[in-house]
């Protein structure tokens, strides 16, 4: 009896770091791809400011806003600052699904805007970033202007829809 009982406790001991290690990492698939969930490379941080958006970014290239993947989306608010740039007011945690945060950012129009590139310069109306997070790539940064209506990030440009209706993926805003 002391035998099977040593037998047993040394295969969990053996078999148990095995299981953790699987455990940490699941592997799903969506309609994005297969991704895996787990904790990003390198943890998204907010810029302590950025400079206040007064031109309509110019789209240099079509294609997704951010890469599908992403593990964690935090996001940044920015309201009025010293001269021409503007500070980080609030952060609001990871969404609680980060993927449906890119396919909405994937999913809003593109293009350059028909209306022309100078943007409506509202004082108060506050600017995000949205810092997305990927298991083995660094963050990326999506820069978000209400006064130009727009999303940018790396060249691709995409056109708000619904301010309130982006915010809406963070349960609590700072």
């Known amino acids: 009896m002391a035998v099977h009982k040593a037998r047993r406790r040394l295969a969990l001991l053996l078999i148990a770091p095995l299981g953790a290690a699987v455990a ?6 969506s309609s994005d791809g297969p991704s895996v969930a787990g904790p990003p490379a390198v943890a998204p941080q907010c810029p302590g400011s950025v400079e206040t958006t007064t031109k309509r970014p110019a789209a240099s290239r079509s294609g997704d806003l951010v890469p599908a993947g992403v593990v964690e989306a ?55 970033r949205i810092v997305v997070g990927y298991p083995t790539e ?16 790396n060249g691709v440009v995409r056109h708000l829809r619904n301010v309130p209706e982006l915010l809406g993926h963070w349960t609590t805003r700072g």
């Open 138 to 153: 660094d963050p990326a940064t999506v820069s978000v202007s209400t006064n130009c209506g727009t999303a940018a990030h």
């Open 74 to 128: 935090l996001l940044c608010t920015y309201g009025p600052g010293d001269g021409g740039s503007l500070a980080l007011t609030g952060t609001a945690a990871a969404a609680d699904d980060p993927q449906a945060v890119a396919r909405y950012l994937n999913g809003l129009p593109g293009g350059n805007d028909p209306l022309g590139s100078m943007c409506v310069a509202m004082g108060g109306t506050a600017e995000y």
């Open 24 to 29: 940490a990492t699941v592997v799903s698939c």
